[in-house]
């Protein structure tokens, strides 16, 4: 079997629920070309050298061969410029750290802390709410509204706008989602339609932030002077809040869930968690590592020929760094394939590396601890009712759809 | 007894002796232990305080936003160490194998490592320095006192020397609203270890923050009033500047004295050692029983031709003495050579500083990425064609990638492109350090020596 076919079973959706045999397989030629020419990168030092390499672009601009084809990532050529994630410095720099200002360290280092309480309202109300425990979707009715409702709040975007939203991201992140075949263009065009709708309205919101901010992101973001940096345009006020927005709860979904069936997979350590809410902290970390939600990074390229490994990229080449694959490179970690949250230094590449290393992380962390821990203590006797679950379509942002749960009640 | 025998009885009850109980020194002895070491361990300082970091002194501390006595250095694990606190080595019996301290004591040992580090300098003039308001930065007693006086609202702070913990201190002053004035001998601050380029960055920083700041000259003599406490400082240009707490900030000297007359390779420059971190005696020969690790050894280095260096860093501290503690309990063949590359940060004026290699060694710089003017971008030096160090201001992302050219022998310049790459980063620039024959402080490299296998090797005194 060549190595082209690999990409493509890891794409394939049969293998969703365990991609790892094939990363496995991957890693044995750490830089593989695809017969379109994109390059695959697998194992953790190579990955982990790219993503702090000037010579890396994340700007679509810099593939040689236009983003039209079966690979493409919509936001290229949505009628948006694009986000911060998909610029390099110095714009990149300038957005992110404005994006920073609002917050995290230094200007508002205390934001996400001080959401501690908040969140865990929301986890207490949520759980609270289960109702029928001998079965449950916690997908729907947890890692799902958790993460929407923080991020919502934070950005200051109306939770009952959800359902009109959900839409849209729904349709974007599924144009992420590296497949073959069938018509691209259709899906570009349908991808990009979505972007813009989600984008006109946010546009609204910010043009109501304007008139009367609050003490969100989005009037922050709109009425904030940066020093140096200036003020954001409201173009990229909206670029920047699509990005937040999605970003925001369509990867914290996953790790929570795939936390929770990793947890249940692993009853000594759930165990252990129950009666010690602090070992969340290196259970999240060590599920960044072992079940981590983006799975890879596509489309990233190079300026100049780079060598690596013995091959050398051509300027231009689409490059795609499988973060998960990494993750478990045996080079790197001992006993990789094993979920072990007491093992000594976890520096996973779930958060990816770099400038472009997760905006979100800190809030990401504190949300994934903070249901961790509450559900461990309060279900009481949780039990999977499907092993493996059914998964979502996407290869990227891998997660179960639906995890249906049963226990024997909710403790108090 | 064979080798193997010996290693084997110095594991399980022999007697290991570390001088120097702060950084290099705790992590030395954490690392006997977690290798296995269950024989007695003594730990040696001459400071009454259990191991701290020093770093945090010369800002959070001096800004008052953590106490002095809170820099505690975190423990790896525990090290059950009999611990011999506030008591100085004194001399060293190199053939009776014992370590004499102050107290009349002596501690003999199978295997010593010498982690002394260095002192601050202080100000030479010795009645000027005993001017009530006369302050140097090394310790925690320092840094206490300093902070105090801080505290109090001086009318002026006056800092001699502009290296990294001399713009440091102006930095935490500036940021308590204090009016600071920095004296430096050299034409601009941090020249001596990055050269005029990054130098007159460094200068305007320190300038736009208000900063009084002086460079090319040298202060000749500090004013007491009749109560003894510091009132002004005279400048070689004639000027004279009033105030009432002066900083001296003028570099490090080894703590080394104790071993004289020891006939160790021991002196101004620090300890000779190999890369294995043995010291080497002052005929030359390596010891194998006697170790060092931290500001107070020079080790040669085979990425930087095998000069000897000697590293004022945090990190290169901490590996030279998991290196050392490793060999001191392993036969030839299993020692590892301490082949870290030098790495240093420093924050001041809200910037993070970083550099990797040794950019001091560079003769030519290239703004690979970012913008002098936004203060934000990476220098990488370049020697002989090659690719010696790299300093970031505010980029910290990058470096590594750097690093990777430095132990490469990457060529320079750098014959590609890279993202951010701005007008500055068109050609490479002379990286402008001072000639070497003029004595700056605040390089925190200093470079000499030969190769090891030039029989010169033996320990020669420094030139200053
Ligand atoms: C204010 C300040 C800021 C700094 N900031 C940075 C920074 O930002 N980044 C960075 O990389 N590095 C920084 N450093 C440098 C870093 O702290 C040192 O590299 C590190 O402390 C070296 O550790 P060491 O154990 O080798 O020496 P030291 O920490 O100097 O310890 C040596 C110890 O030995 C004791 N001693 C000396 N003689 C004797 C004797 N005869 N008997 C017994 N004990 C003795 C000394 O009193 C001292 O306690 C800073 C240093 C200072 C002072």
Redesign the pocket.
């Known amino acids: 079997m060549t190595q082209a076919s690999l990409l493509r079973q890891i794409i394939d959706y049969s293998n969703r629920p365990n991609p790892y045999p094939l990363y496995a397989e991957l890693r044995n030629t750490p830089v593989v070309r695809e017969p379109d020419g994109a390059y695959v990168v697998s194992t953790y030092w190579e990955i982990e050298s790219l993503l702090h390499d000037p010579r890396v672009s994340s700007d679509a601009r810099n593939l040689s061969v236009p983003p039209t084809d079966d690979l493409s990532e919509p936001e290229a050529q949505s009628a948006l410029p694009p986000s911060f994630i998909r610029l390099d410095p110095p714009e990149h720099d300038r957005l992110r750290r404005m994006a920073n200002r609002s917050f995290g360290p230094p200007h508002s280092p205390r934001r996400i802390n001080d959401m501690r309480g908040e969140l865990a309202e929301i986890v207490t109300g949520l759980i609270d709410g289960i109702g029928d425990t001998s079965r449950f979707d916690l997908v729907d009715q947890f890692s799902y509204p958790f993460p929407v409702t923080v991020i919502c709040r934070l950005l200051g975007v109306p939770r009952e706008d959800e359902p009109r939203f959900r839409t849209w991201v729904d349709t974007l992140v599924t144009g992420l989602d590296p497949r073959r075949g069938d018509d691209e263009a259709e899906r570009n065009r349908v991808s990009n339609e979505a972007r813009t709708q989600l984008g006109m309205y946010l546009a609204g919101l910010v043009e109501e932030r304007r008139k009367k901010p609050g003490d969100d992101m989005l009037s922050q973001l709109t009425t904030g002077t940066h020093g140096a940096d200036g003020s954001m345009t409201t173009i990229e006020v909206i670029t920047t809040s699509v990005l937040l927005l999605i970003a925001g709860h369509e990867t914290t979904v996953n790790l929570i869930t795939n936390g929770m069936l990793t947890l249940l997979r692993h009853p000594e350590v759930l165990q252990r968690l129950r009666e010690d809410p602090a070992y969340s902290v290196p259970i999240v970390e060590e599920l960044l590592r072992y079940e981590p939600p983006v799975q890879l990074l596509p489309n990233r390229t190079v300026l100049t020929d780079v060598d690596i490994c013995g091959v050398t990229i051509p300027k231009g080449a689409s490059l795609w760094l499988v973060v998960a694959s990494g993750n478990r490179d045996p080079k790197r970690f001992s006993d990789p394939e094993t979920f072990d949250p007491d093992r000594g230094d976890i520096q996973h590449l779930g958060f990816g590396s770099g400038i472009h290393s997760c905006f979100g992380a800190p809030l990401a962390r504190l949300e994934a601890q903070l249901a961790l821990s509450e559900l461990a203590r309060r279900l009481d006797n949780p039990r999977l009712l499907e092993d493996p679950p059914e998964y979502r379509q996407s290869a990227v942002l891998r997660g179960p759809r639906h995890l249906a749960l049963a226990c024997d009640g909710i403790r108090p | 007894m064979s080798v193997d025998g010996f290693l084997q009885r110095l594991r399980s009850e022999g007697r290991i002796v570390v001088?120097?109980?702060?950084?290099?020194?705790?992590?030395a002895a954490e690392t006997l232990r977690a290798e296995g070491f269950t024989g007695t361990l003594t730990l040696?300082?001459?400071?009454p305080?259990e191991?701290y970091?020093?770093?945090?002194?010369?800002?959070q501390v001096l800004l008052g936003r953590a106490s002095a006595e809170h820099t505690a250095l975190p423990r790896r694990r525990a090290i059950d160490a009999e611990w011999?606190l506030g008591?100085?080595?004194?001399g060293l019996d190199m053939a009776a194998k014992r370590v004499r301290?102050?107290d009349g004591d002596e501690v003999p040992y199978d295997r010593l490592l010498i982690?002394?580090?260095?002192?601050?300098r202080p100000w030479p003039n010795e009645a000027e320095a005993g001017l009530d308001g006369v302050f140097v930065?090394?310790?925690r007693d320092?840094?206490v006192a300093l902070q105090r006086r801080l505290a109090e609202e001086p009318r002026r702070v006056f800092v001699i020397g502009a290296g990294?913990?001399g713009s440091?201190?102006a930095s935490a002053c500036h940021e308590r609203g204090l009016p600071v004035t920095v004296a430096e001998r050299g034409d601009a601050p941090l020249v001596g270890a990055l050269g005029g380029v990054v130098g007159r960055v460094a200068a305007e920083l320190q300038r736009e923050h208000g900063v009084d700041l002086r460079t090319g000259v040298m202060v000749t003599r500090l004013e007491g009033d009749s109560a003894g406490r510091v009132r002004a400082a005279h400048l070689s240009d004639g000027s004279e500047v009033e105030a009432d707490v002066v900083v001296v900030s003028l570099g490090?000297t080894r703590?080394t004295?104790?071993l004289a007359g020891s006939g160790l390779g021991a002196g101004p420059r620090g300890i000779a050692c190999d890369a294995g971190c043995r010291a080497f005696d002052i005929r030359g020969i390596v010891t194998d029983d006697i170790f060092v690790?931290?500001?107070?050894?020079r080790s040669p280095h085979p990425l930087f031709g095998y000069q000897f260096l000697s590293?004022?860093?945090?990190?290169?501290?901490?590996s030279?003495?998991e290196i050392a503690a490793h060999n001191m309990l392993s036969d030839s063949v299993d020692r590892r050579p301490h082949m870290w590359v030098p790495?240093?940060?420093?924050?001041q004026f809200g910037v993070s500083i970083k550099s990797v290699g040794v950019p001091s060694m560079g003769t030519e710089i290239l703004i690979a990425q970012g913008a002098l003017a936004e203060r934000r971008f990476t220098g990488v030096y370049g020697y002989q064609g090659r690719v010696i160090g790299a300093v970031t201001f505010d980029q910290t992302r990058w470096l590594e990638f750097y690093q990777h050219l430095i132990e490469t022998t990457a060529p320079f310049p750098p014959p590609f492109p890279t993202v951010d790459r701005r007008s500055d980063g068109q050609r490479p620039l002379p990286a402008d350090f001072p000639d070497p024959s003029v004595p700056t402080h605040g390089p925190?490299v200093t470079l000499s020596g030969y190769s090891p296998a030039d029989r010169r090797i033996t320990f020669t005194p420094g030139r200053h």
Not at chain 2, 115 to 120: D, I, L, Q
Not at chain 2, 293 to 297: F, I, L, P, Y
Not at chain 2, 311 to 318: F, S
């Open positions: 001088v120097g109980a702060s950084l290099a020194g705790l992590r040696i300082g001459d400071e305080y191991p970091d020093r770093p945090p002194l010369s800002k011999r008591v100085p080595a004194t301290l102050a982690a002394t580090g260095v002192r601050a930065l090394r310790t320092d840094a990294f913990t440091e201190i490090a703590n004295e104790w690790a931290g500001d107070v050894a590293l004022e860093h945090w990190g290169n501290a901490v030279q003495a790495a240093f940060w420093s924050s925190t």
